[in-house]
């Protein structure tokens, strides 16, 4: 081994390799549990939002952090430690509150405190109604079936947060819910695409999410860094570059979760 002017060994380049690989996996470690998580999109009920096939990174230090912000949700503390209140129409990843451990993305609708109900699909938060406003047919594959084409209507929630929704069928299984009254410290979450979302508007005894605790927020979506089309789920992967060309839906790379 060659020594350096100061008379210590020199470090060989295998060496020196493995060692900025590890500071490398420790960097990216850290940012993965304290800053920003990614997810994956596997369903459509965030449509048309949110795609299957998008890849999102998602913000914990939006909310702070509980158990559930690590892996293996440990239950090192109770509550949350530089705790923020998720906002009115966030897209919040949480714990599904029946198990605490399967990841669901839905946005948030009502606060502590809100009565919240559906009539004839129009949302309802403390006996006032969501505006909505048509606005055109959104073309998409529920479920790998044929091609449809699902009316999509602009909300706009009491704060001036606004998004589109699906809403395929006229009073659905879940178009006329409610009232609701959300506990304290818990949060009203509901899937953009309506008729295919199970969210808080169905009780998590009927097998659906009811209301969230805010212990189980992990953080917000921010931000999709890869999206591919899953017509052939098969055939395109994040880790199959090759196949980018022809599947990964590029116009949607790097869009803001809004």
Do not use: C
């Amino acid at each position: 081994m060659m020594a350096n002017k100061s008379g210590k060994p020199a470090r060989s380049g295998i060496v020196e390799t493995l060692i900025v690989a590890v500071q490398a996996l420790a960097i990216a470690m850290v940012v993965r549990v304290f800053l920003y998580q990614p997810f994956n999109i596997p369903s459509g009920s965030m449509k048309e939002t949110l795609l299957v096939g998008d890849y999102l990174f998602v913000s914990k230090l939006s909310y702070g952090y509980s158990k559930y912000s690590f892996p293996g949700s440990f239950n090192l503390f109770q509550g949350r430690v530089l705790s923020a209140e998720p906002k009115r129409g966030d897209v919040a990843v949480f714990k599904l509150p029946k198990d605490n451990s399967t990841d669901y993305i839905k946005r948030v609708i009502g606060m502590p405190g809100d009565e919240i109900a559906v009539r004839g699909g129009v949302v309802y938060i403390n006996g006032k109604e969501v505006p909505r406003v048509r606005s055109g047919l959104f073309t998409t594959r529920e479920d790998y079936g044929s091609a449809v084409k699902i009316p999509v209507y602009v909300e706009t929630l009491p704060n001036g947060v606004k998004y589109k929704v699906l809403d395929r069928e006229v009073n659905g299984p879940w178009d006329n819910v409610g009232p609701y009254k959300v506990p304290s410290g818990h949060y009203f979450v509901m899937g953009d695409n309506r008729d295919n979302s199970t969210d808080s508007r169905v009780p998590a005894g009927l097998g659906g999410v009811g209301p969230v605790p805010l212990e189980n927020f992990i953080g917000r979506a921010d931000i999709i860094f890869f999206s591919a089309t899953v017509d052939e789920p098969e055939a395109t992967s994040l880790f199959m570059p090759w196949t980018w060309p022809n599947y990964v839906r590029w116009g949607r790379l790097f869009n803001i979760v809004r």
